[in-house]
């Protein structure tokens, strides 16, 4: 029996609250309702008054958890789109971020981010906010990639005395799937190699994951192999892994599902850059989102966000260099 991305979010959630009386979740509709996603579903049927429902206010929503944890509870707040955070953008960075820095006592939040796009969703429930949330010191930002990863990584989070933004890819809910939940897993921080190769390094995160391993199935047909770094966390990031996997490749293509200026594959070319510059054969590159809002039409959103066609269209033009 197969379980989803989804699932494993939930029984991720299912464990901590079983095993942790300190942990509770909060959010919008995600009470008898179940959330917008079915994250919580039948939660608060066996965890009453620890699954809760929210004011449609994320600024007070997240101001609440901070309050809890400070009195030693660990609070998992579910927000209904990623976009949505920006309302709570002072509570996340302002407060929960520096608590520890400021108090000494720890803030062990972990806000739920629904993340990225899906066909038909538009500009206002689409987007990536990972590499907003990483600018700041004091949080940790995790983008699970696979089944395995939503499930380890988010109890991970929960464990953590940081606060932790955790951003689960919508579209991977219900189309990733794995045989079984893991028994074992990468520390948060770690890099892993998707896929081993020896021309060029695609270093990517979340559902870019999956679009760079079916570029590279692609590139494969022409005799180029290409090695696939997932991320994971992108806040820290695993530089090591990265500049090995450079090592081994001497091209660099950074990829990522938001937007260009500022990002996630930015930061990976300035380390690269700085720190292994010898080992590059050729300019590294990266390959972002339109810097656009994120169409409604499903035909705009395809050719709007990086995919397997325009990632090996990109390793293309890096390994002619």
Same mark, same amino acid.
């Given at each position: 029996? /197969?379980?989803?991305?989804?699932?494993?979010?939930?029984?991720?959630?299912?464990?901590?609250? !079983?095993?942790?009386?300190?942990?509770?979740?909060?959010?919008?509709?995600?009470? &008898?309702?179940?959330?917008?996603?079915?994250?919580?579903?039948?939660?608060?049927?066996?965890?009453?008054?620890?699954?809760?429902?929210?004011?449609?206010?994320?600024?007070?929503?997240?101001?609440?958890?901070?309050?809890?944890?400070? *009195?030693?509870?660990?609070?998992?707040? *579910?927000?209904?789109?990623?976009?949505?955070?920006?309302? $709570?953008?002072? +509570?996340?960075?302002?407060?929960?971020?520096?608590?520890?820095?400021?108090?000494?006592?720890?803030?062990?939040?972990?806000?739920?981010?629904?993340?990225?796009?899906? %066909? $038909? /969703?538009? %500009?206002?429930?689409? +987007?990536?906010?990972?590499?907003?949330?990483?600018?700041?010191p $004091? #949080? @940790?930002?995790?983008?699970p990639?696979? @089944? !395995?990863?939503?499930?380890?990584?988010?109890?991970?989070?929960?464990?953590?005395?940081?606060?932790?933004?955790?951003?689960?890819h919508?579209?991977l809910?219900?189309?990733? =799937?794995?045989?079984?939940?893991?028994? +074992?897993?990468?520390?948060?921080?770690?890099?892993?190699?998707?896929?081993?190769? =020896?021309?060029?390094?695609?270093?990517?995160?979340?559902?870019?994951v999956?679009?760079?391993?079916?570029?590279?199935?692609?590139?494969?047909?022409?005799?180029?192999?290409?090695?696939?770094?997932?991320?994971?966390?992108?806040? &820290?990031?695993?530089?090591?892994? @990265?500049? $090995?996997?450079?090592a081994?490749?001497?091209?660099?293509?950074?990829?990522?599902?938001?937007?260009?200026?500022?990002?996630?594959?930015?930061?990976?070319?300035?380390?690269?850059?700085? !720190?292994?510059?010898?080992? #590059?054969?050729?300019? %590294?590159?990266?390959?972002?989102?339109?810097?656009? &809002?994120?169409?409604?039409? &499903?035909?705009?959103?395809?050719?709007?966000?990086?995919?397997?066609?325009?990632?090996?269209?990109?390793?293309?033009? #890096?390994?002619?260099?």
């Amino acid at each position: 029996m /197969s379980i989803t991305y989804l699932e494993a979010i939930r029984a991720a959630q299912t464990k901590a609250l !079983e095993e942790n009386p300190a942990v509770f979740i909060y959010g919008q509709d995600i009470g &008898p309702f179940g959330g917008a996603f079915k994250a919580t579903k039948n939660l608060h049927a066996a965890y009453p008054d620890r699954v809760l429902d929210a004011p449609i206010s994320e600024d007070a929503m997240i101001g609440a958890a901070v309050g809890a944890a400070i *009195e030693g509870m660990r609070p998992i707040v *579910e927000m209904q789109f990623a976009d949505f955070s920006s309302i $709570g953008f002072n +509570q996340i960075v302002n407060q929960a971020a520096t608590l520890f820095w400021r108090t000494n006592v720890p803030c062990p939040i972990t806000i739920r981010l629904p993340s990225g796009g899906t %066909p $038909g /969703s538009g %500009p206002f429930h689409s +987007q990536s906010m990972e590499s907003i949330y990483s600018h700041y010191p $004091g #949080l @940790v930002v995790l983008t699970p990639a696979t @089944v !395995e990863d939503a499930y380890s990584m988010l109890l991970d989070a929960i464990a953590l005395d940081d606060p932790v933004v955790f951003c689960e890819h919508k579209f991977l809910y219900y189309h990733l =799937k794995a045989e079984a939940l893991p028994q +074992q897993n990468l520390p948060v921080g770690k890099a892993r190699i998707a896929r081993s190769g =020896k021309h060029a390094t695609v270093v990517t995160y979340s559902a870019m994951v999956h679009e760079a391993l079916r570029a590279a199935d692609e590139l494969r047909r022409e005799n180029l192999e290409i090695e696939v770094v997932d991320l994971r966390s992108v806040k &820290p990031i695993d530089t090591d892994t @990265v500049l $090995g996997s450079v090592a081994r490749t001497g091209r660099l293509l950074a990829v990522g599902e938001s937007f260009p200026w500022g990002g996630v594959t930015a930061e990976i070319i300035s380390r690269v850059t700085c !720190e292994g510059f010898h080992l #590059l054969d050729g300019p %590294p590159q990266r390959l972002n989102a339109r810097d656009t &809002p994120i169409p409604y039409h &499903p035909d705009l959103w395809a050719v709007h966000r990086p995919n397997a066609q325009s990632i090996a269209n990109a390793v293309r033009r #890096l390994i002619r260099f």
